[in-house]
C-alpha cells in the first residue's frame, strides 16, 4: 500500500465520518470525502485544497454510488482504504414503524453500504490490495426496544461483511467490521427518524429513554486514533469492538447470549440435526 493512501470515507459531513477524515487529513493522507451534502466540508477543503475532495453521494442510489465511486477513484488515482460509514437512525416500537420508513432505514443503513461495497470492490481487486471498513454498532449481535431497526440494519451489515470478508481476502482485499460504541455524532438528532408513538407502548417509552439517558457519549475524534492505527495494520482483524466501554459490554452480551444457550441446551439436544 502507498505510503500516502487516498481514503474514501461515507457519511464524511458529520460525526465519525468527519472524525475520520481529519485524522486521515492529519497523518498526511488524502480523501475522497463523500455526504449526501458536502457544504459541511466546504471550509475543510479550503484548508486542505490538495488533499480532500468532497464527493456528494447519496447512497441509497445505487446507480449515484457507482458514479461516485469512479469519480473517487480517478481523484488521487487509487483507493486504498474504504470507510462504509454513512448511516441514520430510525427510533421507535417495531409496530409503531411504517413500511416508508424502515424501508428508507435500510436503504442507507444496510443497502447504501452494500452498493459502496460494490462499486469499489473491482478497484481494490484491479490493484490488488486495499481495505474495507464496514463500520456497524456494538448492539448489532442482538436487538433492543426503541432501536430494533437500527440494530437490524447493522446485523445485516455485519453479517454480510463477514462473507464478503471470505469472498475478497485472495483479492489482496481486508475486510474489518467495526463495532463501534456510542459517539456524540449527532444520530440521535440530526440523523434520526423516530415513529409516532402508539399509546400501548407509553411506558416502555418512558423506560427506555430513561435508560439512554441524557449522556452524548464520547466525542468522535476520540475512536479515530483507533482507525487510523487499524488502517496501518498489515494484517488487520476481521471484526473490532470500537470503545472501552462497548468492548465491556459486547463481552456481557455474548455471555449472557451463551448462558441462555446452555441453560436451554437440554431441549435443543432433543432434536439430532
Given at each position: ?64 454510488v457507482f458514479d461516485g465511486v469512479e469519480r473517487a ?95 475478497v481476502e485472495r483479492f489482496g482485499i481486508k475486510v ?98
Open positions: 500500500m502507498a505510503n500516502v493512501r487516498v481514503w474514501l470515507i461515507t457519511g464524511a459531513s458529520r460525526g465519525l465520518g468527519r472524525a475520520f477524515t481529519e485524522a486521515a487529513l492529519t497523518a498526511g493522507d488524502r480523501v475522497v470525502a463523500a455526504a449526501r451534502n458536502v457544504e459541511p466540508l466546504e471550509e475543510l477543503a479550503a484548508k486542505h485544497p490538495d488533499h480532500l475532495v468532497p464527493l456528494p453521494m447519496d447512497v441509497t442510489d445505487r446507480q449515484a477513484a480517478t481523484a488521487f488515482g487509487r483507493l486504498d482504504v474504504v470507510v462504509n460509514n454513512a448511516g441514520a437512525m430510525l427510533y421507535g416500537m417495531v409496530e409503531e414503524a411504517t413500511e416508508e420508513q424502515i424501508r428508507a432505514h435500510m436503504d442507507v443503513n444496510f443497502f447504501g453500504a452494500v452498493w459502496v461495497a460494490q462499486a469499489v470492490l473491482p478497484h481494490l481487486r484491479t490493484q490488488g490490495e486495499g481495505r474495507l471498513l464496514q463500520v456497524t454498532s456494538m448492539g448489532s449481535g442482538g436487538g433492543m426496544a426503541t432501536v430494533g431497526f437500527y440494530g437490524a440494519g447493522k446485523a445485516a451489515l455485519d453479517s454480510v461483511s463477514e462473507a464478503l470478508a471470505m469472498e474489518t467490521i467495526l463495532q463501534m460504541g456510542g459517539y456524540n455524532t449527532g444520530l440521535f438528532t440530526t440523523g434520526t427518524t423516530t415513529t409516532e408513538s402508539l399509546p400501548q407502548y407509553q411506558p416502555l417509552h418512558t423506560e427506555m429513554e430513561a435508560m439512554w439517558g441524557d449522556a452524548a457519549g464520547p466525542e468522535p475524534d476520540t475512536a479515530a486514533p483507533v482507525i487510523m492505527e487499524l488502517a496501518a495494520l498489515p494484517d488487520p482483524p476481521r471484526r473490532l469492538i470500537v470503545g472501552s466501554q462497548s468492548f465491556d459490554h459486547v463481552l456481557q452480551m455474548s455471555q449472557t447470549q451463551a448462558d441462555l444457550y446452555r441453560s436451554w441446551e437440554h431441549l435443543s439436544r432433543i432434536a439430532p440435526g
